[in-house]
């Protein structure tokens, strides 16, 4: 049944946007990031900080920017580096592209990073930072006690959990997943993306290419906005599962695309509104992801209601 409904939410891809990426690849071959993440004091075992998870599923941390301005960042595995939103760069008198800024969370610092403008952002946060500060630790996202752990040296188990290989592109990662929807699998590469706030897009050009189903009930209309202000509109569906490796989630509502992909590569989009179902290991070290259903798997779907 269709719902005549739109929501406006935003979908940032400032730095997918500003990297112009084209295609996953393995790291060997990935072009490096502009900055390092530098630190300036001897590494603890593990670095353990608290977030809170914002009714538009941002993943929120207390951060301190330029050793004196203490700001709340998001993580956003969909981008790299450092990115602020204009109204707050100005603000404060920050300037863009400039390599010369500190970036402190807990006991974790970076020296010297450029800050990359956004036109657009959630307001709970003046911006976010990306999945290359931690490129060479393995990061774990414990939602059930809102907490992130970076480890220099894994020291956990995995039990449990579902293993799935990174595919590099050029700075961001993707993982494979298989839809399950009318009756049939649909088995395609997924851009990991803690900063979009929703469940799931399904990229045009791979829908027509495996023949998606184009007959599912549509639920709603959604208008996203990426951090340059462009607008895409998608009809939104339902799934009858999702599968990323052995952890899988039954009913998920998906957005299809109707426009070019804001990613500029050919990928579907995995959302912090599914992603927070499962506790996940990040292992940068040895390129994998590590997912496990955690205690939201049953929380309801925004675009559901």
Known sequence: MCVESTTILRFYYSVLILLGVVGCHPKD?????????????????ADTLSFHITEGNNIVFQAVLDDTDTVDFY???????LVVKLDAM???????YEPEYAFSLGGMRWDTLTMYPARVGPEEAIGHFGWNLFEDKVVELDYERSRMIVHHTFMGTRDGYAKLDIEYTNTLFCISGTVHAGGRTFNNRYLFDTGFQRAVVLDK?????????DSLPVLRETRLRNSAGTEFVNRVVAIDRICLGQACADQVPVQLLSTPNPAQFSTHIL???LLKRF???????????????NALMDLPYADAL
Not at 75 to 81: A, H, I, L, P, R
């Open 205 to 213: 050009d791979l829908r027509q290419q495996s023949n998606f189903p």
């Open 75 to 81: 993580f956003d595995s969909g981008g790299t580096d």
């Open 29 to 45: 071959n990935a072009v490096p990031h502009s900055q390092s993440a530098d630190s300036s004091h001897t590494k603890p075992s």
């Open 271 to 273: 959302g912090n509104e």
């Open 90 to 96: 100005e603000a404060r008198g920050y300037v863009a």
């Open 279 to 293: 506790n996940t290991i990040l292992d940068f070290q040895n390129n994998c992801v590590y997912l496990k259903p």
